[in-house]
């Protein structure tokens, strides 16, 4: 009885271990990229001002800086519009606004697909921000 009782618990020990070993190598990812998806459909169903046209979504998982161990997301959405930048600022006054340079590069971590297709940069704009990760296990941090 004592035997198998002790079996028992080193089975319940090692399946613990295997555990948080697989959270930490893809149960964190894989929280982190749905929170990054959530934040990407509430980018694309934000409010824009008028003329102004949602290209692309996309988000980026990992360490934006390049300082430290640690995690973030970085979301943000490529529009084009006629406005000003001036007025595109003062429409996303929480966001960071980057026009798009004349040579199409911007982000060395996220790329649009939409701006490879374009020969201007004239009127497009990088909508984004930084947000928490939902955990910091995650290795693209690290």
Not at 74 to 81: P, Q, R, S
Request: proline share 1%; with cysteine.
């Amino acid at each position: 009885m004592i035997n198998r009782t002790f079996r028992i618990i080193i089975y319940i020990f090692i399946i613990s271990i295997l555990l948080c070993f697989f959270y930490f190598l893809f149960g964190s990812r894989i929280l982190n990229d749905i929170k990054a998806h959530r934040i990407e459909k509430d980018l694309s169903d934000m409010a824009l001002p008028a003329d102004t046209e949602l290209l692309e979504v996309g988000s980026f998982v990992g360490n934006t800086s390049g300082t430290g161990n640690h995690i973030e997301i970085w979301a943000g959405i490529l529009v084009h519009t006629d406005l000003d930048e001036n007025t595109i600022r003062d429409c996303f006054k929480d966001f960071t606004v980057l026009s798009v340079p004349d040579d199409l590069k911007y982000l060395d971590y996220i790329q649009f697909q939409s701006l490879n297709e374009k020969e201007t940069a004239n009127g497009y704009y990088v909508i984004g921000k930084c947000f928490n990760a939902f955990t910091q296990m995650d290795l693209r941090g690290h």
